[in-house]
C-alpha cells in the first residue's frame, strides 16, 4: 500500500473516531435535558399519591405511604365527568370544524397560483403570528348573544388553529404530483369527488399529524374556556383544577391527581398515533 494510501486511512479513521465521540457527546446532552424534562412529571405522579403535605415539599422522591384514595376523591368531588363530557364534545366539534375547511383551504391554496390564493396564504400566515385578542371576542361573543355557550368555545378554538392546520395541509400539497388531479378531472370527477377520493388518501399522514396535535391543543387549552364559559358546569378538564387551588387552599396532592387524570388521555393518543405524526412531519420534506 502506498504512502497517499495509509495517510487517507489514517485520516478516514480519525474522523469516524471525531464523528463518533461528537455523536456521544451529542447523546449524551440529550439524554441529560431529557431527564431534566421528566423531574416536574415525576414530581407530578408521584404527588398525586402524596398526603397534602408530603406533596407540598415538591420532591421526586416516591410516597411514603401510597394514598389511591386521592383519585377517588378526586374523581368524586371534582365533577370530572361531566368534565370529560364537555372536554370530549369541545375538542370533538373543534377539531372537526378547524380540519375539514383547512384542508380544503390548504390544497385550493397550494394548486392555484392566482393573486386571491397568494393573498389569502398571507392572511392565514397573519393568523398563524397574530395572537387572539381576548377583549373583543368576548364583547362579540356577548353582542351575538352566544357567550357562555358551546358553540362559541368550539368556534373561537377551531378558528385560531385554522391557520396552523393550512400551512401544514398546503405545504404537503405542494409535494403531491399534480398529475393526480388532470387524471381525475379527465375521468370525470367533480372538484369535491376528486378531493375526497384522490387527494385525500394521500394527504392521509398530514391529515393524521395535524388532527393529533390540535386535538392536543384543542384538549389542553386553558385560557378560552376559562374565558368563555360563564358556568362551571361547562368546565373542562384542565378547569377542574380550580376545585382544589384557589386564593386561600391548594391541596398538591389533589391537584396534581387532577393534572394526571386530565393529561391521561391525550398522553395515550400521542403515544399512540406517535409514528403517524413523525411520519406524517417527515413525509413533507422530499419532494416525491
Same mark, same amino acid.
Given at each position: 500500500? =502506498?504512502?497517499?494510501?495509509?495517510?487517507?486511512?489514517?485520516?478516514? +479513521?480519525?474522523?469516524?473516531?471525531?464523528?463518533?465521540?461528537?455523536?456521544?457527546?451529542?447523546?449524551?446532552?440529550?439524554?441529560?435535558?431529557?431527564?431534566?424534562?421528566?423531574?416536574?412529571?415525576?414530581?407530578?405522579?408521584?404527588?398525586?399519591?402524596?398526603?397534602?403535605?408530603?406533596?407540598?415539599?415538591?420532591?421526586?422522591?416516591?410516597?411514603?405511604?401510597?394514598?389511591?384514595?386521592?383519585?377517588?376523591?378526586?374523581? +368524586?368531588?371534582?365533577?370530572?365527568?361531566?368534565?370529560?363530557?364537555?372536554?370530549?364534545?369541545?375538542?370533538?366539534? =373543534?377539531?372537526?370544524?378547524?380540519?375539514?375547511?383547512? =384542508?380544503? #383551504?390548504?390544497?385550493?391554496?397550494?394548486?392555484?397560483?392566482?393573486?386571491?390564493?397568494?393573498? =389569502?396564504?398571507?392572511?392565514?400566515?397573519?393568523?398563524?403570528?397574530?395572537?387572539?385578542?381576548?377583549?373583543? +371576542?368576548? #364583547?362579540? &361573543?356577548?353582542?351575538?348573544?352566544?357567550?357562555?355557550?358551546?358553540?362559541?368555545?368550539?368556534?373561537? &378554538?377551531? #378558528?385560531?388553529?385554522?391557520?396552523?392546520?393550512?400551512?401544514?395541509?398546503?405545504?404537503?400539497?405542494?409535494?403531491?404530483?399534480?398529475?393526480?388531479?388532470?387524471?381525475?378531472?379527465?375521468?370525470?370527477?367533480?372538484?369535491?369527488?376528486?378531493?375526497? +377520493?384522490?387527494?385525500?388518501?394521500?394527504?392521509?399522514?398530514? &391529515?393524521?399529524? @395535524?388532527?393529533?396535535?390540535?386535538?392536543?391543543?384543542?384538549?389542553?387549552?386553558?385560557?378560552?374556556?376559562?374565558?368563555?364559559?360563564?358556568?362551571?358546569?361547562?368546565?373542562?378538564?384542565?378547569?377542574?383544577?380550580?376545585?382544589?387551588?384557589?386564593?386561600?387552599?391548594?391541596?398538591?396532592?389533589?391537584?396534581?391527581?387532577?393534572?394526571?387524570?386530565?393529561?391521561?388521555?391525550? @398522553?395515550?393518543?400521542? &403515544?399512540?398515533?406517535?409514528?403517524?405524526?413523525?411520519?406524517?412531519?417527515?413525509?413533507?420534506?422530499?419532494?416525491?
Amino acid at each position: 500500500m =502506498s504512502t497517499d494510501s495509509k495517510n487517507t486511512t489514517v485520516k478516514l +479513521t480519525s474522523m469516524e473516531k471525531q464523528r463518533k465521540r461528537t455523536d456521544l457527546i451529542i447523546e449524551i446532552i440529550v439524554i441529560f435535558f431529557s431527564l431534566i424534562i421528566i423531574v416536574p412529571i415525576l414530581i407530578m405522579v408521584f404527588g398525586s399519591f402524596k398526603d397534602s403535605t408530603e406533596a407540598a415539599k415538591f420532591n421526586i422522591l416516591p410516597p411514603k405511604e401510597w394514598h389511591f384514595e386521592n383519585y377517588v376523591y378526586v374523581i +368524586t368531588v371534582g365533577n370530572i365527568g361531566r368534565a370529560l363530557i364537555n372536554s370530549l364534545v369541545v375538542t370533538f366539534f =373543534s377539531v372537526l370544524f378547524c380540519m375539514v375547511p383547512a =384542508s380544503l #383551504a390548504g390544497f385550493i391554496i397550494a394548486r392555484r397560483t392566482t393573486k386571491i390564493s397568494s393573498r =389569502s396564504q398571507t392572511l392565514f400566515m397573519i393568523g398563524l403570528y397574530a395572537p387572539m385578542n381576548m377583549i373583543t +371576542t368576548f #364583547a362579540l &361573543l356577548r353582542v351575538t348573544g352566544l357567550l357562555g355557550s358551546y358553540f362559541a368555545v368550539i368556534m373561537v &378554538l377551531a #378558528a385560531s388553529q385554522i391557520p396552523y392546520a393550512v400551512y401544514m395541509v398546503s405545504n404537503f400539497v405542494r409535494n403531491v404530483p399534480r398529475e393526480l388531479d388532470q387524471a381525475a378531472l379527465i375521468d370525470g370527477c367533480s372538484s369535491l369527488r376528486m378531493f375526497f +377520493t384522490i387527494i385525500t388518501p394521500v394527504m392521509k399522514p398530514i &391529515l393524521v399529524t @395535524t388532527t393529533v396535535l390540535v386535538t392536543m391543543n384543542s384538549w389542553n387549552d386553558f385560557m378560552v374556556p376559562l374565558y368563555f364559559f360563564n358556568t362551571s358546569s361547562r368546565w373542562t378538564l384542565p378547569l377542574t383544577v380550580y376545585n382544589f387551588y384557589g386564593q386561600y387552599f391548594r391541596d398538591w396532592n389533589l391537584v396534581f391527581a387532577n393534572l394526571v387524570i386530565t393529561a391521561l388521555p391525550i @398522553t395515550i393518543l400521542y &403515544l399512540y398515533a406517535q409514528k403517524h405524526i413523525v411520519s406524517g412531519l417527515t413525509s413533507g420534506a422530499v419532494k416525491g
